[in-house]
């Protein structure tokens, strides 16, 4: 038989199913892979029961739901001062996931180059790769993951369209200060770039800090690219409903794209998230305060374990120097955790092409029940 196409020959599965796999097979307690363990708010799940029982079950519009585009619109303007056109500005897609392959296929010729700022969500370089496209790291230097500018600069060529920028930043729990914001934003525009700002835990913030999306800049919202996505903020991941907002002109590349992908998403699950985006100033305070109360328990059990390192002020991530405790490099000492202590959590050295800084870390996930944390912590202490 024929072989496949080239551009996947060097695909492997994604780090996040390898360590979700490992975790069922040792019977490990998994604080891999990125989702919570626990249902999301019951006033969303009862408007979608509402939606399917109104018949909201045929094909939605392909761009997206009117009512959900209406909401996003609306919650922009509220939170941020942005204004998107509904009608012509926003496209719902199946998760922020689809979003970035959408965004990247629509922009990204053979030969082109994108910037990615290491350590990276594993879907950017697939997404690159399989439009031909040559991903260019830049390493977030550790322990504050700051770029250096100079560096950024030198990478880029007359052959780079686009920079993605991941903020509040998975895997290491990141905010971007507005000045470090400001840095990329003018070697944006310097350089006449795209920008791709993915910022799917735009409301998992914690202590009073507040998301800066990168379209507030000066001079950045005709070059932005925004991607998030409903499922971190009601924490029902399997939904899978996520967006693009940009101008008309690249909306339109998206949508061109999108509609050959999936053509449109689910209907009445966009009808639901609509609703539960009119409850957000409602919502958020109370999902918040969950969220931190378990940050706050697990990163003073790690502390307490020896593990020394910067309290995370967004995401539901932790990235934990592991050199304190062994010299193993992080893919063996993951294995030595799920295999001897039953706890799987992700190596993040997969999130990185240049550097070797993730292969002193490992990333734990602590938006789970309080006795599943409870249990990692017990496992943890036998280290």
């Not at 097979?25 to 019951?42: C, R, V």
């Not at 690219?225 to 940009?246: D, E, H, R």
Request: with cysteine; glycine share 6%; net charge negative.
């Amino acid at each position: 038989m024929k072989e496949t196409a080239l551009r996947i020959s060097d695909f492997k599965d994604s780090i996040f199913g390898v360590m979700s796999r490992l975790a069922r097979e040792h019977n490990a307690i998994n604080l891999s892979q990125g989702f919570p363990d626990f249902d999301g708010p019951e006033f969303v799940k009862e408007f979608a029961f509402k939606k399917i029982a109104e018949g909201h079950n045929q094909y939605a519009p392909f761009p997206g739901s009117m009512n959900l585009r209406n909401e996003v619109s609306s919650y922009y303007k509220r939170f941020y001062n942005l204004n998107y056109n509904p009608e012509s500005e926003v496209t719902i897609t199946v998760g922020a996931t689809e979003a970035i392959f959408v965004v990247i296929t629509a922009l990204i010729n053979p030969g082109d180059e994108v910037i990615v700022l290491e350590p990276f969500y594993d879907s950017y370089v697939a997404s690159i790769k399989m439009c031909g496209g040559v991903a260019v790291p830049i390493t977030m230097h550790a322990p504050n993951f700051t770029v250096d500018a100079e560096e950024l600069q030198k990478a880029i060529t007359p052959k780079t369209k686009l920079i993605i920028l991941n903020n509040p930043h998975n895997p290491t729990g990141k905010m971007w200060e507005r000045e470090e914001l400001e840095t990329v934003a003018s070697l944006t525009i310097k350089n006449d770039l795209y920008l791709m700002s993915d910022e799917v835990y735009e409301f998992l913030t914690f202590d009073g800090h507040s998301h800066i999306p990168t379209a507030t800049l000066n001079e950045m919202k005709e070059r932005t690219i925004t991607v998030s996505s409903a499922g971190k903020t009601f924490g029902l991941t399997g939904w899978k409903i996520g967006w693009i907002c940009a101008n008309e002109k690249l909306s339109n590349a998206f949508r061109l794209v999108h509609q050959y992908v999936t053509f449109s998403v689910s209907t009445p699950i966009q009808e639901a998230v609509a609703e539960g985006l009119k409850n957000l100033e409602t919502y958020l305070p109370v999902f918040r305060k969950q969220y931190q109360d378990k940050r706050d328990y697990f990163y003073k059990e790690l502390t307490s374990l020896g593990f020394k390192f910067d309290i995370p002020r967004g995401t539901y991530f932790m990235m934990v120097p592991i050199s304190q405790k062994t010299e193993m490099k992080d893919v063996d000492y993951a294995m030595k955790l799920i295999k001897d202590y039953k706890v799987a959590t992700v190596p993040p050295s997969a999130f990185y092409l240049k550097s070797a800084e993730g292969e002193k870390y490992l990333r734990f996930c602590f938006a789970k029940k309080d006795e599943t944390l409870q249990a990692a912590v017990t496992n943890l202490k036998g280290l």
